[in-house]
């Protein structure tokens, strides 16, 4: 599954708001802040697999209708904020869609189970000598 995704623009979602953060009168009059959506669960360029690895990876970022949300408000300039956003968009899909390896059982060498039941008794005569003390 090495293909490219490429996201139509019409399935991107753009709006402008007011940003936060120092700017000076600017920023109490010019909405450069961008918010991006994109509806995973509408998007006509996502085969069901993708669909569905989306979804399971970012359920915890998506809105109750299923929508991405990337919010970009580091820049000045509402076109530098907008590219920021598109970026930042296209790295968290391109995470998401990464397929994971499995991970393969392994067991505990000997030597790290002696060092570990060793480290306990040390820690337990510690405490023992403690009590003693009092």
């Known amino acids: 599954m090495n ?3 490429v996201l139509p623009p019409e399935e991107l979602s ?3 708001a007011r940003s936060g953060g120092p700017g000076g009168q600017n920023v109490n ?3 450069t802040k961008v918010v991006l959506r994109f509806s995973i669960e509408a998007s006509a360029s996502l085969g069901e697999t993708r669909r569905a690895r989306l979804l399971g990876r970012l359920a915890s970022r998506l809105t ?3 929508e991405l949300l990337v919010q970009a408000s580091r820049y000045r300039e509402r076109g530098r904020n907008l590219a920021d956003a598109r970026e930042r968009l296209a790295a968290i899909l391109r995470e998401a869609l990464q ?3 499995p991970r393969r059982a ?4 000997a ?3 002696r060092r570990r039941l060793e480290a306990k008794r040390r820690r337990g005569e510690l405490k023992r000598r403690r009590g ?3």
């Open 64 to 66: 109750g209708s299923g």
């Open 3 to 5: 293909e490219r995704l």
């Open 111 to 113: 030597g790290s189970k």
């Open 106 to 109: 392994t067991r505990p060498t």
């Open 132 to 134: 003693a003390e009092e």
């Open 14 to 16: 753009v709006a402008f």
């Open 99 to 101: 397929v994971q390896r």
């Open 29 to 31: 009059k010019v909405a």
